[in-house]
């Protein structure tokens, strides 16, 4: 499956007072590259995070803007000062003896205590906050990869229409080598009869250097099956279930290097058409490539 570098995920949670918000966003980039942007306290977390995504993502650059909200962040626990109530205790059962009072203490008595309870502000459990923001950032991962796998999808199509258009481009090539053979034996006969007026048999090595030249020079036949070659090669890496960004961007290097050594050796005005049409096709291949994983 092809996949894109580039999307984008989102997803929010709120539970128990607390707001949490991860945002990603990828785009092309040779090696995975996350950078994170979370408040201060949240930075224990941050390799956390990173290792979560790099067991989801193998390329691209990854910003992380993660957003809390809330009191929820803090745990509140409510204490009570045992040992002042038991000295409120004592006391008013002094109280009560000494001046022959009546009544029990009730709860509501205890609860009118001045500093008895008190609630304390604490930061949450890490494991509980570790627990919640990993579970927000797997949703923003899912939705990210999502796009990316469609992005992917749309990828793919395009780069198969170009390798069907650049292989029928090559067929014509390959249908047109016999012509240009032809030209460059056109070329030879040109050039031995600029021999013919002067003494051949003193420049017969010289002849023959020359024929063998311009054979060497027109024969493209190296090149087409190389290309032919590159194309399926391409069009096999597509389906791998891997990140294949990088060898479809050799592969494409490769095609670009047979394609101007086709064009370099002949002048052949449809030929060099061919070319220009199969090389305007693997420069939108190679653009196309370097947003792949």
Known sequence: MVKSMTGYGRHTVESA??????ELRSVNHRFLDISPKIPRNFLFLEEAMKRYIKQKLSRGRVDLFLTAEGEGLLYKRLEADDELLDQYITKLSNVKDQYKLTGDISIDTVAGLEGIFTVRETDQPVDQIKAELLSVLD?????????RNQEGERLAQDLLNRLHSMKDTVADIEARRPVIVDEYKAKVLSRIETFINEEIASEESRVLQEVALLAERGDITEEVTRLYSHIDQFHNTLEKQEPIGRTLDFIVQEMHREINTIGSKSN????SNS?????SEVEKMKEQVQNIE
């Open 139 to 147: 949703a923003a991962c899912a939705e990210l990869i999502e796009m």
């Open 268 to 271: 052949d005005s449809q030929l």
């Open 275 to 279: 070319v220009v049409t199969l090389k």
């Open 17 to 22: 007072g607390m707001r949490l918000t991860i």
